[in-house]
């Protein structure tokens, strides 16, 4: 029957020999990974060589051979344990070329001379099993594993004395792992039987590398060493899976076979009763992989997550925020939640500043500064992945496991650092490739809302700007009220004190030119003649500013009286008609056909209205005619004076009813004007619910009018109160 120790070192072998495998596949180009399989393979061998090495029933040449391979094996596991710790440490890397070449051929010159008489001269016989005869070679041999095995021991805990984080965790069981191995292998089979001539633990001796294999298991498991998890897990339920078949079928015959069968005949029902056992473990194995998958993956998948559903509630921050502050902290969060990770950092920059910061978690004991971060200059680094270097070295100073830089592909944004994973896990394939794409999610969220940023910060800007502007314009427009305000009191004070005079300047003229004062000669008739002209411009000026100044006090009233509109049109005719017989003009009233009904409007005020219509046609008419034209629309009186003058240009017709506004070419004809005469017009009309009428050609005269109702339109309340606030 197969022996226990022999399924022992099956499984153990099994499980070095999967582990280095895995590794080895995982990145064949790696050196860390080639040293390690290396390792196994040597550690393998010696197991097997030293399990057989001490059978004393095979013959004394195949036992001399194996024995011999006791010592080899070892070798040329220091030797790669040697490398492995100097790559896996990035101190390879640094080591000068000689040294490295040294280390190797001394390696293998001492495995050599571990195969010859120097180290095992002989074998014999002893009651434990076989005993090793040594050669001279053996301190030397014992100095070469001491000082290969002690230095690689030596740069693990100077690795692990300046490390931190998950590296630290790790190195610390791979020490542990090597350390137990060592001291349990060398006091075992090197130790005892060279001073005290004892190989009855010989044999235990392989069972040491349980240690090392337990450390190197337990840094996959906990801390994902060469991030093969997957693949240890599933191994892991594989073997446990065989080992219990293994165990329940051996020993599930033999209890059977020695109590059915006791004389060893292998009879039909013994046939039967291993082809009843075999259907129950075929039926049952099923069963006892998903059991042991369960089990294992409870260990190895602690901290699993989904990525999608990562994936999607960070996208659900992006597309749901746009302020930066919020968009930071909210992807900040989520991210180091799922990942379980125990800080991150955001830096994002303006140019080649520092414009936002924001951060998650304990502040590690130094924070990076710009020049710093501009060193790692890659699109994403992970420290557990870099041989050494200065960027190791900066991301793990400042406790940084990931730095992503943020960028499209035409801006630099920032970076992203997330620090050691709270279970002390490195960062698996499934976690850079999540966060490959977060980080160009980010960059793009972190743009826009800059941009965002931007516009609010303009659009306050600007907004200020024109509420400063607004209260700029609203003092000045108040001042300019005092001032027109102080203007029209002068005007109506000026207009009051100049209107006395003015009439008393007038009507003594008025009497010389009856001859109330005596005769007088043509020429002194002629000049009083003038002065009275002009007295009575400027009387009329006067009487235009003293409405002006009633209008904008809100006294210019309205006072409605029945008036004979034919009969006042007449008047002002006969009136004009000397002043148009001087130009030379025909100055013609058309009459309505049928008389019409007296109409309830503000004589006098209209009376200006329509002396201004026609004394503005005969001054700004060279030649041709005036013509008065008055009729009846339905209920409305309508009058037109037509002149064939100079007309009003296209530019000047929206402001002409302004007040103190005039065409450039009625100043050029007549300099005194004022341009307040059609202003009041206008406000009189309007006034009286009327409406003014215009039309003109430049270069061939011009229409202006208005019409009025027979009877005013009756006052409502609400305009009676809106026109008493006015």
Not at 152 to 166: D, N, P, V
Request: proline share 3%.
């Amino acid at each position: 029957m197969v022996g226990v120790s022999v399924i022992a070192l099956v499984l153990i072998c099994l499980i070095h020999l999967m582990i280095g495998l895995f590794v080895l596949l995982k990145n064949k180009q790696d050196k860390s990974n080639l040293f390690f399989f290396g390792f196994v393979l040597t550690v393998i061998g010696w197991l097997v060589t030293n399990y057989f090495s001490n059978d004393s029933t095979q013959s004394s040449g195949v036992l001399l051979v194996l024995n011999s391979a006791i010592f080899v094996f070892p070798a040329l596991s220091a030797f790669f344990v040697l490398g492995f710790s100097a790559s896996f440490t990035g101190i390879l890397g640094r080591t000068s070329k000689w040294l490295v070449v040294s280390a190797t051929l001394i390696a293998f010159v001492e495995s050599g001379l571990s195969s010859t008489k120097l180290v095992v001269e002989g074998i014999t016989i002893v009651p434990q099993g076989v005993g090793i005869v040594f050669g001279p070679a053996v301190p030397m041999y014992f100095a070469y594993l001491i000082a290969y095995f002690g230095l690689a021991l030596g740069i693990f805990l100077f690795s692990f004395k300046h490390s931190t984080g998950s590296t630290r965790a790790r190195l610390g069981y791979i020490i542990a792992g090597i350390l137990s191995s060592f001291v349990v292998a060398l006091t075992t089979n090197l130790i005892l039987p060279l001073l005290a001539h004892n190989f009855t633990l010989a044999n235990y001796g392989p069972f040491s590398t349980l240690f090392l294999v337990c450390g190197i298991s337990y840094a996959i498991v906990k801390h994902r060493l060469f991030d093969i998890r997957l693949a240890v897990a599933r191994s892991v339920a594989f073997v446990l899976v065989l080992a219990t078949v293994a165990v329940i079928y051996v020993l599930a015959i033999f209890a059977i076979s020695q109590v059915l069968f006791p004389a060893h005949r292998v009879e039909v029902s013994q046939s039967f009763v291993y082809l009843a056992m075999a259907l129950i473990l075929a039926l049952t194995f099923q069963q006892l992989r998903r059991f042991f998958e369960r089990i294992t993956e409870r260990v190895f998948y602690r901290d699993h997550y989904d990525s999608q559903v990562v994936l999607n509630n960070f996208t659900q921050i992006l597309v749901s925020e746009l302020d930066l502050n919020r968009i930071l902290k909210k992807a900040l969060t989520t991210l180091c939640d799922s990942l379980r990770i125990q800080f991150g950092q955001i830096i994002v920059f303006n140019n080649d500043s520092v414009y936002r910061i924001e951060h998650y978690g304990p502040l590690p004991h130094r924070l990076m500064v710009a020049p710093e971060l501009r060193r790692l200059n890659r699109s994403i680094l992970v420290a557990d992945e870099l041989e050494g270097g200065e960027r190791k070295s900066l991301l793990e100073g400042h406790g940084v496991r990931i730095s992503m830089m943020l960028s499209t592909h035409d801006q630099f944004v920032g970076y992203f650092l997330l620090g050691d994973k709270l279970s002390g896990d490195i960062y698996s394939n499934q976690d850079i490739a999540l966060l490959e794409i977060i980080r160009n999610e980010l960059a793009v969220a972190i743009l826009n809302a800059k941009a965002y940023a931007e516009i609010q910060a303009f659009n306050a800007s600007l907004q200020a700007r024109v509420d400063h502007a607004t209260n700029r314009l609203r003092v000045a427009n108040r001042h300019l009220k005092e001032l027109d305000k102080a203007k029209d009191e002068f005007i109506s004070m000026a207009s009051h004190q100049l209107r006395t005079p003015l009439t008393t300047i007038k009507g003594y003229l008025s009497m010389m030119l009856e001859g109330d004062a005596g005769p007088i000669s043509p020429g002194q008739k002629e000049f009083a003649q003038f002065a009275f002209d002009s007295s009575e411009r400027m009387v009329n000026l006067i009487s235009d500013l003293l409405n002006i100044s009633r209008l904008n006090a809100g006294r210019f009233l309205i006072q409605r009286t029945p008036t004979d509109m034919v009969q006042m049109i007449e008047d002002e005719v006969r009136q004009a008609t000397q002043h148009a017989d001087g130009k030379g003009l025909k100055l013609v009233f058309d009459r309505p056909d049928h008389p019409l009904p007296p109409v309830e409007i503000d004589e006098n005020k209209t009376r200006q209205v329509v002396m201004n219509f026609i004394d503005n046609a005969i001054y700004y008419t060279q030649k041709g005619e005036v013509r008065v034209v008055l009729k009846q629309t339905g209920d409305m009186v309508h009058l037109e004076v037509h002149d064939t003058g100079i007309g009003v240009p296209e530019q000047a017709r929206r402001k002409l009813f302004t007040k103190f506004y005039r065409a450039e070419n009625a100043q050029i004809v007549r300099p005194d004007g004022t341009g307040l005469g059609l202003y009041l017009a206008k406000r009189v009309i309007q006034d009286q619910d009327g409406t003014i009428i215009f039309n003109s050609v430049e270069g061939k005269g011009s229409t202006f009018g208005f019409e009025l109702p027979f009877k005013p339109k009756p006052v409502k309340h609400e305009d009676t109160k809106h026109a008493q606030s006015h």
